[in-house]
């Protein structure tokens, strides 16, 4: 029974920040342009796709503002979307669309892979740089092994995006190609952001209760 309550709580816990981290609007942001983008390709041609993909970004974004969404939030949006529109420009070609979503994956691919071979774990700078973890812990070695792990899975994470998606663009098979960057792109990204965070803050509180109940044992034996 406690295990069950345990997973709940974890999991409620884990859509809470999911929302914390505007996942139900990365959803909308990065689902509706691509979806029209392929309806268009799929129609006509990679220009019809493009015009379709920037209209729906234009429009979704018209809508966030209204809701209240910030400016700067809504702005990047939009422009992840022109860039990636641009790339089809530059290449002359519908699979040009996602190769900016291949790029992205080798980069943090090769990063945290780097990192990990060298004993300095990416995940661990970047939870001290945004304050998810202090810069200091009474284990540091519990704290780099986790980091080995946590790193370890973004890299595998951004590993796979480049395993299942290159062959596609090889390929030249942009529906397919497409359906599959709209399962791993914004939705699974804020997903792995929320799976990292409760993982992290998890290890944090469960390292700390046991000093914790050493801590209340020791004062209670010096009051016997």
Known sequence: MRIETSERSG?????????????PG????GAAPAIGFLIGYS?????SGVLIALAVAAFVGLYRLLRGDSVKTVTISLLVVVVFSMFVGITGEGRGFY?????????????FGLTLLTGR???RWAC??????PAEHADPRARLLLHRRVTGAWFAFWAVHLVVMVPLYAANKVVLLGSV????????LVLMLAVTWLWVRRSLRDGREPAES???????ARSA
């Open 43 to 47: 129609a006509a041609d990679a220009k």
């Open 11 to 23: 999991a409620a816990e884990m859509w809470g920040k999911f929302r914390a981290l505007g996942g």
């Open 121 to 123: 774990p990416l995940s």
């Open 181 to 188: 960057a709209l399962v791993l792109g914004k939705p699974a």
């Open 99 to 111: 190769l900016p979503d291949l790029l992205i994956c080798l980069f943090f691919s090769v990063a």
């Open 214 to 220: 050493l801590a209340l044992e020791q004062v209670s």
């Open 26 to 29: 990365h959803l909308l942001d």
């Open 128 to 133: 001290r740089r945004i304050g998810l973890e």
